[in-house]
């Protein structure tokens, strides 16, 4: 096919200009017809933009645009279709290298496409108006018409479009491809059920528009390139098409929400934010040029720059997003334009199809594409020196030029623009060159990826899918209209998040790009300083300026502007322009923070600290004029505009925003500089005040403007709720949670600057102007430092619902010093009483966070963190929180003043003169009050406060230049106003602290002359006079204060005259009511403290006033209202509600939360800080002692505790009651606490409170209640002391209880609380059943009878019953007045009942005792039962019988009493057992938890002979509770088991071995009297067939064991009961003996013939006993003992000598015992020859050793000359001393090391075969020696080692006196250790 001729070509192209010309825009006002117009326009479009390319092709194809109906639409994309894929690969005609056809035809031809293509575009740009924001009923309409947009692919049409592509693809025809491609994806259009239009498809029509607008570029581009090079309207036609490419981006929408801005004349936004417009003004300039129109050439000059400028901030842009997306699948051949496979063309994004086959056709347009960042750089400085200089004449003419305005502003603009990129550019290519170098290090074939900038992601392997990165956010930005420029889209990383660079080698993307800005801003200042002096031209200011100026102007004519704000700044290039400063400044500022923290890290010196001022102060200088020109003017002219809430403006927001924010930073990191740089930019840091006061007005108007716009937002999100769209929110908080992080911390770091400003200015704000005169409301100050305590208080974040990150709070915060601003307002102490709105819980938390901010400031910014005056700020403040708030230590305190007058002193120290005086007296007065309250140093106190006196006399704060101030933040010395009140302030306090030292030194005269000359001084103050008043009336009720006349009237008159000049303050009418009080007028007294309450509802003096006059129920309103007021001292109030809660209403929860808020109070905890603290008490009864309210508050909280049962917290509280009232606590609440410690089981502690109420020598009844509680709780002392074997302690405080009870007085004899007293002195007499008799040895309880059985009782034991007899009377006194009251009592019964019960237990005490002093439970032959001995005594008999008869009238009377069951019971059991089973029966019938019965029970049962049955009751006892007596049965059944085992003498034993176990157990309960005698009899029966069968060792060491732990048991059963068993007192004697001659056999001392002596004495007294017993119970019948077998002693190493008779019992019974003091063997009984030889013989023996000792020891104490000894053999006594010194050291060692390491030995097992045999496998311990030779062989070493010092009369040493002592403690009896040590005392005593 060959191409058309040219004529023909030329009319082709007439037809298709003409048919897109035709295609005008048709508004038939109705949207779906307007939908349908614009499809068939649409479809006519791109079939002409075919036909075009077809023709470039040589085909020519006409399109009928007049009958363009369907059918020949589709038609006419048939025959293009068709077409397409016939001539597809053919080689354009219009190629350059062709010249087949005319130069004019050929850009005539690319004209054409190029209209065809823009025609498409704009019929999208239509398509997209209308379909943004519309709904349709039918959404399938909407889907059919776009799906036929521009080609009707379906049927016939579908076929040839896949022929066409496919043969596109085949020949690689790049460009046809992509025009199908492009018709395909217009085709493919999706949405869902919603009536509405998606977002989706106005998206992709978007890029629909873009994609063909860039082919509508390249057509003309390459038309007027090549064939039209010096015609101006093909490249104005290209330049149309490049603007509107910039509109296709979407970065300045026509439309957005809020006023539209108006548009520039010169288009500036088009022309600075397209890259495009730079070739094609390129050749405009040059043809305007070779025309020589030089105007229009210097008009396109300045927007070529602005294109140079646009293509730099794309090609920075592009950067970055190589940076993000590094490592990702990379770039392939296709990117680069060299490959065309067919499946590389498929895969590719249409986007880059375009590029490479229509725009890069163009080899300017790809040579653009591929110059480098520094090249575009320089050509943008190139092109901006040939810009003329802006002529700014216009600013003082009468008339605006808008067109000049506009042109001198864009050019400024441009200058500033371009060097923003300049520094973006630096910072960018060194993060390239950064990653080029990891890039490098990596291993070959891995990839990395820069983290992204959120958190520190560092180098890792990439994954799928690019990060969105900054181009998202701009992107994002710049569809809300915020960003008026690409490249200020760049934000500064430290800029915007207010961080200076981190030190370390980043790996992430954030960090990469800080580390580079910050050496890129430490480079810049180090060349800047080199370069400049002043730091006025650190920065350019052109733009600056240029922008101040803009606020003079008049508004242009003709410029419709909206008079609601400036007329500039409702034109974009202002808003553009807002932007560039926003950037400069947030560099400015980063520049600063740089130079700060590269400083920081180096050597502080003068030279550092003014590079530092330096930086800050040109960060002031540079915002000054902003502020103080440009923005308070608009303040100020437009103080009501929509600037800050419109989104229109939000670029002059976020200028506004970014301005004040710099000056509050600069301002607070400048702070600690400003001593270093004094006389340098004085000017300017005296405009900080006023820079600081705009930035206040300028914050706060853009949050207002912020909040509405979120107000918008939400109610936007609530009308989409409503019209059901997905996912929304009608929140607030949702609202701010849909912000960026970006837009999250702009308005974080808004509130932290706005709460930075409120200190300050709020502080400005108490300063009024009346009639001339600055002064200040000491209201308005309370009012600043409540808002600023609470908003310290608060979390660290100001916005409690905006979530933000915590190391953002904490970096926002340090940046501009919150928390350090704040604390200072909430001290207030300069001209305030210290912290008057904080606890010091409150103050200390918000110190900590003001050094925690200024540590923050220091780490994140570099800030100085040792500046002087602050530390001495918050040293002075918390000074004042530890000495003057309750709970503060006084000590740190009293070190901080001082530290504080320290710095003062020091010479370098910053702080300025006048500033330095009035800290120094404010810490003088500080410390006057700390030793104000503590009588010592009550004269310090004075003097210091006397020196703050002289020291503010000396100075004047009306010549004061607060200019002279070296503080530029935040100081009240700073307003001439706040100075006067300041040094009002402490003059009034130190003149009141002298007065007071003289008043607590009895100084009246001198204080009153101090106060009158206070009032003098200043007439008017408040505070002096009502100190005056105050102190008069003081003087009313002190004693001491005869020298004082006239105080009443004088008094009252002084307080009617403080009350007059400031009807504000309640102190006046609070101490008008003392005054009305005291002079008995309580009506008064009522009205004045009821003013004093309605002016300040917490007021502590008027409160109690009040509480004295009124009923709690007519109180309780006033302490409702002042528990409302956040007020310390409002304890008053808590603590009368507590006691309405707790006693009228009875709620003890509700009372415990009163009290401890009571508590909280400084009026109640901190008694003693208040000058008015003695008008707490009542002024009718001064001369009462007064009570700490403290110690009586404590008391009542602790009362509620223990009625609500909570011990432990009412034990505590009681505690602090009687620390704070400094142990004089009211005899009520002492005994409330003794009685809950009585519940507690502290029972000696309880006695012990007891004690104090009782000997306070007063009477009352509350010592009822306290004796009662001291006996019960000596009652339980005396219970634990039997347990622990103290019986005489025992009985001494059962004494101290009868004593304190019989005390009490006898006028309360007959009240019902008597009836309680005499029970319980019952209690005390019964108890002492559980003593053995010989406690009452020397007791004279007894009283004189005539019985004939009282006969055979000992003294003791008549004592014992005597007492407990004392128990019945009680008792039935207690019946007496139970039965007095009657029936008037319906307890009545059961109180009858409980003291008859007692009785019955009374009486059954006294049986038992008397059975057990006459043999009862002795055994053996003779019947010694309780049973027996009842039938044959009458008066045991008589005892029982009267018990039973208690017991039965207490049934009668209740029932149900299961204790009175068991009584009765165990009474019977002596009578009838079968009705004694039935009455334990009944017990447990009534109480089957009861102990007792069971118990009982089970013994009846194992008694009777009933062993299974007494089995399970046993069993079903260890179920209920943890009694001995279940084992101690358990014990008995096994004895009774082991008497059965007749014949098999290993099963018997067995048995005894587990009935020695069951007592065992039974004594680990307590100390039973029945388990010990149990234990003793059953643990020495060992099975003797193990010496049989070999096994000695065990034997021997077995029988040992068991012989010891028998006699040690019977020792303490006999301690326990006091020798009341006869049948326990034979063996205790037999095992007396027994042990005395195995002791006389292994050491032959003189101890076992004293221990077989006191055997043998014992044996024949309870022979004695025996025969009395006998007589008394049967004299017909004569005792029977029992034998016990004591099995023969085997012996490890048998003696060969027969020294000793084989019967040892014969020996000792015919021969006499010698004395107890001949404690020495006769020399022929044991030779020291035999003690050596066996010493040697047994080396490991430690007996051995000692015996030899011994013997030694004795022989030389009867050496003589001629004694054939070991002395003459040695000629002296010091070697025989040496000897036994060796001897009984060797012996103690070896004694010792037995204990320490004894071992266990195991039998061996018996084999038998047969029945099985029990026995006992128990392992025993070998051997251990017995204390008593230890003893010895410790008290024989002492007196060697001491022997010189003896004979020389000296005391001995230290360590001899405690080795006898501790021989004393292992024995007692250690006759020998007692004597040593007794002459030890004397000599010591005689030294």
């Not at 800050?644 to 927001?653: D, Y």
């Not at 935040?970 to 706040?978: D, I, K, T, V």
């Amino acid at each position: 096919m060959s191409n058309p001729p040219p004529p023909k070509l030329k009319s082709a192209l007439n037809d298709i200009q003409k048919a897109v010309t035709s295609l005008e825009n048709d508004d038939s006002g109705d949207k779906l017809q307007e939908i349908k117009v614009i499809a068939r326009q649409s479809s006519l479009a791109f079939q002409l933009l075919l036909a075009c390319e077809l023709a470039s092709r040589g085909v020519l194809v006409a399109v009928d645009v007049v009958k363009a109906d369907e059918s020949t639409a589709t038609a006419t994309a048939s025959s293009l279709l068709t077409n397409i894929r016939d001539i597809a690969g053919r080689v354009s005609i219009d190629d350059v290298s062709s010249g087949n056809y005319p130069a004019p035809m050929m850009a005539y031809l690319n004209a054409a496409a190029g209209m065809a293509a823009a025609a498409c575009a704009s019929s999208l740009d239509r398509l997209t108006d209308e379909l943004e924001g519309a709904s349709f009923d039918n959404p399938s309409f909407l889907l059919d018409r776009l799906s036929t947009l521009f080609l009707p692919i379906g049927g016939t049409s579908s076929e040839l479009w896949n022929e066409a592509t496919k043969r596109c693809i085949d020949v690689k025809d790049a460009r046809f491809y992509s025009l199908l491609r492009w018709a395909a994806d217009c085709a493919s259009f999706s949405s869902d059920d919603s009536k509405q239009v998606s977002r989706g498809i106005i998206e992709k029509l978007r890029r629909l528009k873009r994609e063909m607008n860039s082919i509508s570029y390249s057509s003309y581009f390459y038309g007027a390139e090549h064939f039209a090079k010096d015609q101006p309207q093909l490249w104005k036609r290209c330049l149309d098409v490049a603007l509107s490419m910039n509109e296709d981006d979407g970065i300045f929408p026509d439309h957005v929400h809020g006023p539209k801005l108006s548009k520039s004349s010169i288009e500036h936004n088009a022309y600075a934010t397209t890259p495009q417009t730079v070739l094609p003004l390129t050749n405009m300039i040059r043809i305007a040029q070779s025309k020589g129109n030089e105007k229009r050439s210097n008009e396109l000059q300045l927007f070529l720059t602005a294109g140079c400028i646009a293509a730099v901030s794309d090609k920075l842009e592009r950067l970055k997003r190589e940076l993000e997306g590094a490592g990702s699948s990379g770039s392939s051949s296709d990117d680069d334009g060299t490959n065309t496979d067919s499946s590389s063309m498929k895969k590719r994004p249409l986007g880059q199809l375009i590029q490479q086959y229509f725009l890069h056709r163009s080899r300017s347009i790809a040579e653009m594409d591929q110059t480098t960042l520094t090249a575009l750089l320089s050509r943008a400085d190139l092109e901006l020196t040939k810009c003329q200089s802006p002529e700014n004449d216009f600013l003082s003419s009468n008339e605006m030029d808008l067109a000049s305005y506009e042109t001198w502003l864009f050019q400024n603009y441009l200058q500033q623009h371009l060097r923003n990129l300049h520094r973006e550019s630096d910072v960018w290519t060194e993060v390239q060159l950064r990653y080029r170098a990891m890039l490098n290090r990596l291993p070959e074939g891995d990839a990395l990826t820069l983290g992204s900038s959120k958190g520190r992601g560092g180098l890792s392997k990439k994954t799928s899918g690019a990060s969105e990165g900054i181009s998202q956010s701009s992107k994002k930005s710049s569809k809300d209209g915020i960003s008026g420029t690409k490249s200020l889209s760049i934000k500064s990383s430290i800029g915007g998040g207010g961080l200076p660079a981190s030190s370390t080698k980043g790996t992430s993307l954030q960090e990469m790009e800080m580390n580079a800005r910050a050496n890129l801003y430490w480079e810049t200042w180090k060349q800047l300083k080199l370069d400049f002096v002043e730091w006025e031209s650190l920065f350019v200011t052109s733009l600056r300026d240029a922008m101040v100026q803009l606020s003079s102007l008049s508004t242009p004519p003709l410029f419709d502007m909206d008079e609601s704000c400036p007329w500039f700044i409702q034109t974009e290039l202002v808003r553009d322009c807002y932007e560039a400063l926003t950037y400069q400044i947030r560099h400015i500022v980063d520049n600063a923070a740089t130079v700060q923290k590269h400083l920081a890290g180096k050597k502080e010196n003068k030279s550092t600290l003014k590079d530092v001022s330096l930086a800050w102060r040109g960060v002031l200088a540079f915002v000054s004029p902003l502020l103080n020109g440009h923005l308070f003017e608009i303040l100020q002219n437009a103080p009501s505009s929509p600037l800050f809430s419109s989104p229109a403006h939000h670029a002059f927001r976020r200028f506004v925003e970014e301005c004040a924010k710099s000056v509050i930073t600069a301002t607070w990191m400048y702070e600690p500089l400003v001593s270093f740089t004094a006389n340098e930019g004085r000017g300017l840091l005296e405009d900080v005040s006023r820079l600081i006061s705009i930035s206040h007005e300028c914050l706060a108007a853009s949050q207002k403007g912020r909040l509405s716009e979120e107000q918008l937002m939400a109610e936007r999100m609530k009308d989409e709720v409503s019209s059901g769209v997905r996912g929304a929110s009608t929140s607030m908080t949702s609202a701010r949670d849909s912000y960026a992080d970006e837009e999250k911390k702009e308005i974080f770091q808004l509130e932290c600057a706005l709460a930075s400003t409120k200190c300050r200015m709020d502080l400005e704000n108490t300063v009024c102007d009346v009639d001339g005169d600055k002064l200040v409301s000491t209201d308005s100050l309370a009012a600043v430092a409540r808002k600023a305590s609470l908003a310290a208080t608060k979390t660290h974040q100001p916005i409690g619902d905006l979530k933000v990150s915590s190391s953002l709070a904490l970096t926002s915060i340090a940046q501009f010093g919150v928390p350090y601003l704040q604390a200072l307002s909430a001290w207030s102490g300069m001209y305030l009483t210290p912290w008057p709105f904080c606890t010091i819980g409150q103050a200390r938390t918000i110190l900590r966070n003001a050094r925690d901010s200024i540590t923050a400031a220091g780490k994140a910014w570099g800030r100085p963190t040792n500046s002087k005056i602050e530390q001495i700020f918050l040293h002075t403040a918390e000074a004042d929180l530890e000495g003057g708030l309750v709970g503060g230590f006084v000590i740190e305190a009293e070190r901080l003043y001082k530290r504080v007058l320290d710095l003062l002193a020091e010479d370098d120290v910053s702080v300025e003169s006048y500033a330095a005086t009035m800290l120094k007296t404010h810490c003088l007065l500080g410390l006057g009050k700390l030793y104000l309250y503590d009588a010592e140093r009550l004269s310090e106190a004075e003097a210091f406060a006397r020196n703050a006196l002289d020291i503010l006399s000396s100075v004047d704060p009306t010549q004061r230049n607060c200019i002279d101030s070296q503080s530029i933040c935040f100081y009240p010395w700073n307003n001439s106003a706040l100075n006067k009140m300041s040094h009002s302030f402490h003059m009034c306090m130190s003149r009141q602290l002298v007065a007071e030292a003289c008043i607590r030194s009895s100084r009246y005269d001198d204080a009153k002359l101090f106060l009158s000359d206070a009032v003098k001084d200043l007439p008017g103050n408040f505070d002096a006079a009502f100190a005056l008043a105050s102190f008069h009336l003081r003087m009313m009720f002190d004693s001491d204060a005869d020298s004082c006349e006239n105080n009443d009237a004088l008094a009252r008159t002084l307080l009617l005259k403080a009350a007059k000049m400031d009807t504000t303050r309640s102190g006046p009418f609070a101490l008008l009511g003392v005054w009305y009080e005291s002079q008995n007028d309580e009506a008064r007294a009522k009205g004045c403290y009821q003013k004093a309450l309605a002016i300040d509802p917490s007021h502590p003096v008027a409160g109690r006033g009040l509480k004295r006059i009124l009923s709690l129920d007519e109180l309780q309103p006033f302490c409702e209202r002042a528990t409302k007021q956040n007020s310390p001292v409002n304890g008053w109030a808590w603590r009368c509600l507590g006691q309405k809660r707790s006693w009228v209403d009875g709620e003890d929860s509700s009372a415990v939360i009163c009290f401890q808020q009571a508590l909280r109070c400084r009026d109640i905890q901190g008694q003693g800080s208040d000058s008015h603290e003695m008008f707490y008490l009542d002024p009718k009864n001064t001369s009462i002692v007064p009570v700490r309210e403290s110690g009586e508050t404590w008391g009542e909280l602790a009362n509620c505790y223990r009625r609500l049962g909570k011990y432990s917290a009412a034990t505590r509280a009681y505690e602090e009651a009687s620390i704070a009232s400094d142990g004089c606590l009211s005899p009520s609440t002492c005994c409330a606490w003794a009685q809950v410690q009585l519940d507690l089981g502290l029972y000696d502690e309880a006695a012990e409170k007891c004690d104090v109420i009782l000997s306070s020598g007063t009477t009352s009844p509350i010592h009822q209640l306290v004796a009662y509680i001291e006996s019960e709780a000596l009652l339980a002392m005396a219970k634990q002391d039997v347990q622990e074997g103290k019986f005489g302690l025992c009985l001494s405080h059962l004494q101290k209880g009868i004593d304190r009870l019989n005390s009490l007085s006898v006028q309360f004899s007959s009240s019902e609380n008597f009836y309680c007293v005499t029970k319980l002195l019952g209690d005390l007499y019964t108890f002492a059943e559980s003593l053995p008799s010989y406690v009452f040895i020397l007791s004279s309880f007894s009283e004189e009878t005539h019985d004939d059985e009282s006969t055979f009782l000992s003294h003791e034991v008549q004592n014992q019953m005597s007492f407990i007899a004392k128990g019945e009377e009680a008792y039935m006194m207690a019946q007496k007045l139970a039965e007095i009251e009657g029936d008037s009592d319906e307890d009545y019964p059961y109180l009858v009942a409980s003291a008859a019960s007692d009785l019955g237990t009374n009486l059954l005490a006294q049986a038992r005792v008397c059975s057990a002093a006459l043999g009862e439970g002795s055994g053996g032959g003779t019947k010694t039962s309780m049973f027996d001995m009842a039938a044959r005594s009458g008066k045991i008999m008589d005892l029982i019988t009267r018990s039973i008869n208690s017991y039965t009238k207490a049934i009668d009377l209740n029932p149900h009493d299961a204790s009175a069951w068991n009584g009765l019971g165990t009474a019977l059991a002596t009578v009838d057992p079968l009705l004694s089973q039935h009455a334990f029966c009944r017990a447990l019938q009534i109480d089957k938890m009861l102990a007792d019965p069971l118990s009982n029970v089970g013994m009846m049962y194992a008694d009777f002979g009933k062993t299974d049955t007494s089995s399970e009751v046993l069993d079903a006892l260890t179920q209920v509770a943890d009694t001995p007596l279940m084992w101690v049965g358990r014990g008995l059944l096994l004895e009774k088991s082991s008497i059965e085992w007749k014949g098999q003498e290993e099963s018997s034993e067995a048995c005894m071995i587990k009935a020695a176990d069951a007592y065992r157990a039974a004594l680990q309960i307590m100390q039973n009297p029945a388990a010990l005698m149990g234990l003793s009899l059953t643990c020495r029966r060992s099975y003797n067939g193990f010496g049989k069968s070999g096994d000695t060792v065990y034997s021997y060491l077995s029988d040992k064991a068991s012989k010891s732990e028998s006699t040690i048991s019977m020792k303490i059963h006999q301690n326990l009961t006091g020798s009341g068993n006869l049948g326990a007192c034979y063996l205790d004697s037999l095992m007396t003996i027994e042990e005395g001659l195995e002791r006389l056999t292994a050491l032959n001392d003189s101890e076992s013939l004293s221990m077989i002596k006191e055997g043998k004495s014992d044996l024949a007294a309870v022979k004695i006993r025996t025969e009395i017993s006998d007589k008394f119970i049967s004299p017909q019948r004569k005792t029977e003992f029992n034998y016990v077998p004591l099995p023969t002693k085997t012996s490890l190493h048998p003696r060969v000598t027969g020294m000793f008779p084989s019967d040892l019992v014969d020996v000792v019974n015919n021969e006499s015992v010698p004395d107890a003091g001949e404690c020495d063997l006769p020399p022929d009984t044991c030779n020291i020859y035999d003690a050596r030889n066996n010493a040697l013989l047994n080396p490991e023996t430690g007996e051995a050793w000692l015996q030899y000792a011994k013997t030694l020891l004795n022989e030389l104490s009867f050496a003589t000359s001629t004694s054939p000894t070991e002395v003459r053999e040695s000629g002296n006594m010091a070697y025989a001393l040496n000897v036994i010194k060796y001897a009984a050291t060797k012996a103690l060692q070896l004694l010792q090391n037995r204990v320490i390491h004894a071992s266990l030995i195991t039998p061996r097992r018996l084999i038998h075969q047969g029945t099985p045999v029990e026995y006992s496998e128990k392992s025993v311990v070998s051997s251990i020696p017995s204390t008593t030779l230890i003893s010895e062989a410790k008290s024989l070493l002492s007196w060697v080692e001491d022997a010189d010092s003896l004979n020389r009369g000296d005391p001995g040493s230290r360590a001899s006196h405690v080795s006898l002592q501790e021989s004393l403690l292992l024995d007692p009896s250690n006759v020998f250790a007692m004597e040593v040590l007794q002459i030890l005392d004397e000599l010591n005593n005689y030294s």
